[in-house]
């Protein structure tokens, strides 16, 4: 079945980048996103990428994917402690009738103050 | 809007035990869906509901049951929780089309299983 790969922790200084990645699997995909988890809360979807794209921007926000490579990336730029947060990879494909999201294991960013 | 809301928060079963846990949405989508957080495995799809009327199972639907019992609201029943069952479940819901369909998450239930 499809696969979505991220390393489970990063931590970096706050005013520094911080670039977390993911692979994945499906050659099918449609979309894929990032989605945000702070403490106590469900996720909140922060930016996505269709899949004839090769970067967005949104403020500090810059998506970069690589569909050969199926390799995704999501750059913060001037990271905030309040960036702190669980970050997930997901990737929208198809399973049948139905556009099946698949979610990474989320990687833990900690902002060094 | 309230967005997607669960209850309970919390939940503590002894093993052998049976509950429901609730979801209900506001925003009038089509697709509602039901994932448990374990930690290092990221999400995992218990059950979907595409549409008001049908239910498909996900990637690790024993032990599971589901309902929709409208457009608004999905549950999810435990029968006979079990240890392995102790996780964070979430509910959420998107329309389905060729959008980007964002998926809208509830706020979560930490069940633990004694």
């Known amino acids: 079945g499809e696969d979505v790969e991220q390393s489970l922790f990063l931590s970096v200084r706050e005013g520094d980048s911080s670039v977390i990645n993911c692979t994945y699997t499906d050659s099918s995909s449609t979309y894929l996103y990032w989605y945000k988890q702070e403490p106590g809360a469900g996720l909140q979807l922060l930016t996505y990428i269709f899949s004839n794209m090769d970067m967005k921007q949104d403020q500090r926000l810059t998506v970069l994917l690589n569909k050969k490579d199926k390799h995704l990336s999501l750059r913060i730029a001037d990271t905030q402690t309040g960036d702190s947060a669980i970050y997930f990879c997901a990737e929208r494909g198809r399973s049948g009738g139905y556009q099946k999201v698949t979610f990474g294991t989320g990687t833990k960013l900690q902002v060094i103050p | 809007n309230a967005g997607v809301t669960q209850t309970p928060k919390f939940q503590v079963l002894k093993t052998g035990q049976s509950m429901t846990l609730q979801c209900a949405q506001d925003m009038n989508h089509n697709s509602m869906y039901w994932y448990r957080q374990d930690p290092g495995m990221g999400l995992r799809l218990i059950y979907y509901?595409?549409?008001?009327?049908?239910?498909d199972k996900g990637e690790v639907p024993n032990g599971y049951n589901v309902s929709r019992l409208n457009k608004r609201e999905f549950s999810l029943r435990l029968e006979s929780a079990a240890p392995s069952q102790t996780s964070v479940y979430f509910c959420?819901?998107?329309?389905?089309?060729?959008?980007?369909?964002?998926?809208?998450f509830g706020p979560g239930t930490r069940l633990t299983v004694l």
């Open positions: 509901s595409a549409s008001e009327g049908t239910t």
């Open positions: 959420a819901s998107s329309t389905q089309g060729v959008t980007y369909n964002e998926q809208f």
